[in-house]
C-alpha cells in the first residue's frame, strides 16, 4: 500500500510519518502531483496558519489535484480546515469539499487555542470502527468547523463543532489521531484499511 503525505509549508508531518511507522506503514512526504495522484492513500496534515498554507498550495496546483482525488484522502487538523468551504484565519477560501465555515473560537471564558484532550461523540462511519464514544483525543486549534450534514463526529468546547467530516472519499478530523496513543492508532487504522 503506497501511503503518501502532502507536503506544503505546514508542520507536523514527522508525528504522523512515526504514527504511520507504529502502525507498519512506511509513507512518503510529497508535493510531486503524479507521485499523489498514485497513491493508495493520502494524508493532508498540518499546523500553520490558513491562507500562507492555501497560498502555497495553489502555487503548486496542489489545489487543483486535491479537488479531483478519488482515493481515501484523510485531512488532519488544518488539512481538514482547508478543504472547508473558507476559514475566517486570514479570511481564506478554502477547497470546499467540506460544506461548511471554519470560524474562530471567541468565548471570554475559554482559552484559545484549546490545547489538550477533549471527548468526541455521535461518532458515525468506519473511520471509528472499535472506538468508543466520549473516547479522548487530542486537540491544538484556535479555529474550528461549523456543524454540517457532513459530520461524522462532534466536541465540544464553549459550544458543540465538528470533530470529523465526510464527503465521499474525503474524510478530515480536527484532532491529531497522531498524538492521541491508543484511539489515534485505531483512527489511523482504520483510515488504512479503508
Same mark, same amino acid.
Request: aromatic residues 10%.
Given at each position: 500500500?503506497?501511503?503518501v503525505?502532502?507536503k ?49 498550495l ?10 479531483? +482525488? *478519488?482515493? !481515501?484522502?484523510? #485531512?488532519?487538523?488544518?488539512?481538514m =480546515? %482547508?478543504?472547508?468551504?473558507?476559514s @475566517? ?20 471564558? +475559554? *482559552?484559545? !487555542?484549546?490545547? #489538550?484532550?477533549?471527548?468526541?461523540v =455521535? %461518532?458515525?462511519?468506519?473511520?471509528? @470502527? ?57 483512527f ?7
Amino acid at each position: 500500500m503506497k501511503v503518501v503525505i502532502i507536503k506544503y509549508n505546514a508542520g507536523n508531518i514527522q508525528s504522523v510519518l512515526l504514527a504511520l511507522q507504529r502502525l507498519g506503514v512506511q509513507a512518503t512526504v510529497s508535493n510531486d502531483l503524479q507521485t499523489l495522484e498514485q497513491a493508495d492513500k493520502i494524508i493532508f496534515p498540518g499546523v500553520g496558519e490558513a491562507s500562507s498554507a492555501m497560498a502555497y498550495l495553489r502555487e503548486h496546483k496542489l489545489d487543483e489535484l486535491i479537488i479531483r +482525488l *478519488k482515493q !481515501p484522502v484523510l #485531512g488532519i487538523c488544518l488539512g481538514m =480546515q %482547508l478543504l472547508c468551504t473558507s476559514s @475566517e484565519e486570514g479570511h481564506t477560501k478554502g477547497l470546499n469539499i467540506f460544506q461548511t465555515a471554519v470560524k474562530k473560537f471567541r468565548h471570554d471564558d +475559554l *482559552k484559545v !487555542p484549546q490545547i #489538550g484532550w477533549n471527548q468526541i461523540v =455521535q %461518532l458515525k462511519g468506519p473511520l471509528f @470502527e472499535g472506538i468508543e464514544a466520549q473516547s479522548y483525543y487530542y486537540f491544538v486549534h484556535s479555529y474550528y468547523a461549523c456543524l454540517s450534514s457532513q459530520g461524522i463526529a462532534q466536541a465540544h468546547y464553549g459550544h458543540a463543532y465538528e470533530a470529523a467530516l465526510q464527503n465521499d472519499n474525503f474524510f478530515g478530523v480536527q484532532f491529531h489521531p497522531e498524538k492521541s496513543g491508543g484511539v489515534g492508532d485505531q483512527f489511523l487504522h482504520n483510515f488504512l484499511k479503508l
